[in-house]
């Protein structure tokens, strides 16, 4: 029977449980859950740092139909006309997606069905389809990328 110990994971919305250097992290991606509509209480977490996870190593998938959108916007966005910065009065240009840091960690996201047992069955995976992935740069405070579990 899988249970969140088993699979090494904290329930997301006990925030002190976390190690204190990931405690911004784990509010940030609290908040992106809230925005998704989601309830944070019916998740729970595990965290990896990016540069020690096997998301990190993966080839780029390349082009794909959802991309389509992603790939328009950084266009636009390196078309824009530069923008004037309060610190220090100079042009800078927008900052393209490649050009930003990895992220520090990666959530993954277990949700409260994925947990759950049906007399006589065996789920494996994400059964619900409501697992996620969740890519944190703390230095910005902001999940930069999102993905569901297949």
């Known amino acids: 029977m899988r249970t969140p110990e088993s699979v090494g994971a904290i329930h997301l ?18 908040e992106e859950l809230k925005k998704d509509g989601e309830e944070p209480a019916a998740f729970f977490a595990r965290i990896e740092d990016y540069s020690t996870s096997y998301l990190s190593r993966l080839p780029d998938p390349g082009p794909r139909k959802a991309d389509v959108i992603t790939r328009i916007r950084r266009l636009v966005r390196r078309l824009a006309p530069k923008r004037r910065t309060a610190e220090d009065n100079e042009l800078r240009p927008e900052p393209a997606d490649d050009d930003r840091a990895p992220p520090d960690y990666v959530f993954h996201l277990w949700h409260e069905s994925a947990f759950q047992t049906i007399p006589g069955h065996v789920v494996l995976g994400n059964p619900g389809g409501r ?16 993905l569901c579990w297949q």
């Open 13 to 30: 919305v006990a925030v002190d449980l976390f190690p204190e250097h990931q405690r911004s992290a784990v509010l940030c991606v609290i």
């Open 131 to 146: 697992c996620l992935d969740f890519f944190v740069d703390v230095a910005a405070n902001k999940v930069t990328k999102k």
